[in-house]
């Protein structure tokens, strides 16, 4: 069945330095790897996804990155400010069960 | 295009107190979803549909009833309303199917449970 473990649970770091959240799944049959971001009090939304014909992408300060052989992939934020503070989650629905189940989310804390 | 629409945005129930949270889109989504956040936690699964007239739990749908009449509308229905219940509630959709891709969150529904 579904599973997405995601780590850390918190993570604090200086302003400037990177983030890197790790979440690992267990259906191979899994193609398509976002990341979502919630801001206190906001809807999640996404910010970059990746598909498993590629193996990393980029969209500015951020990235996620896919290793389809060791079921993980990492979301990676240079760079941070302090508007990065947020809760992060991945998912990684599997193809054909249509059900969008979300990694346990990433407090992320930007220390200025 | 209004996106996704819940309501109310705020609820307080009694204990044993029957609602229905509503959600509607308006971007002809085949899929729709509704998850519950409880406070310092993640986004669990209730249920989902996958079109009209059929619809699939999901990590935790004890308690919630769902149906899918139209492809717009996807009401979460609660029975018999309990102090476990509350929480803060998000439908999504999603265009579903045949590609799977980015969730579409409304604002959100914050039910307290009395």
């Known amino acids: 069945g579904e599973n997405v473990e995601q780590h850390p649970s918190t993570l604090s770091v200086q302003e400037g330095d990177s983030a890197v959240i790790k979440c690992t799944y267990s259906?191979?049959?899994?193609?398509?790897f976002p990341w979502y971001k919630q801001e206190l009090g906001k809807r999640p939304q996404l910010i970059i996804d990746i598909r498993s014909n590629v193996g990393e992408k980029k969209d500015q300060r951020i990235a996620v990155t896919l290793n389809k052989t060791a079921k993980h992939f990492s979301l990676h934020i240079t760079e941070t400010q302090p508007e990065d503070s947020a809760v992060y989650f991945c998912?990684?629905?599997?193809?054909?069960?249509?059900?969008?189940?979300f990694g346990t989310g990433t407090r992320l804390k930007v220390l200025a | 295009n209004a996106g996704v629409t819940q309501t109310p945005k705020f609820q307080v129930l009694k204990t044993g107190q029957s609602m229905t949270l509503q959600c509607a889109q308006d971007?002809?989504?085949?899929?729709m979803s509704w998850y519950r956040q409880d406070p310092g936690m993640g986004l669990r699964l209730i249920h989902y549909?996958?079109?009209?007239?059929?619809?699939d739990q999901g990590e935790v749908p004890n308690g919630y009833n769902v149906s899918r009449s139209t492809t717009e509308d996807f009401p979460l229905r609660l029975l018999s309303a309990a102090p476990s219940q509350t929480s803060v509630y998000f439908c999504?959709?999603?265009?579903?199917?045949?590609?799977?891709?980015?969730?579409?969150f409304g604002e959100g529904s914050r039910l307290t449970v009395l």
């Open positions: 971007m002809n989504h085949e899929y």
């Open positions: 999504a959709s999603s265009y579903g199917q045949r590609d799977t891709g980015e969730l579409f």
């Open positions: 549909s996958v079109g009209a007239g059929i619809t």
């Open positions: 998912a990684a629905p599997p193809v054909g069960t249509y059900k969008y189940i």
């Open positions: 259906d191979s049959a899994s193609n398509y």
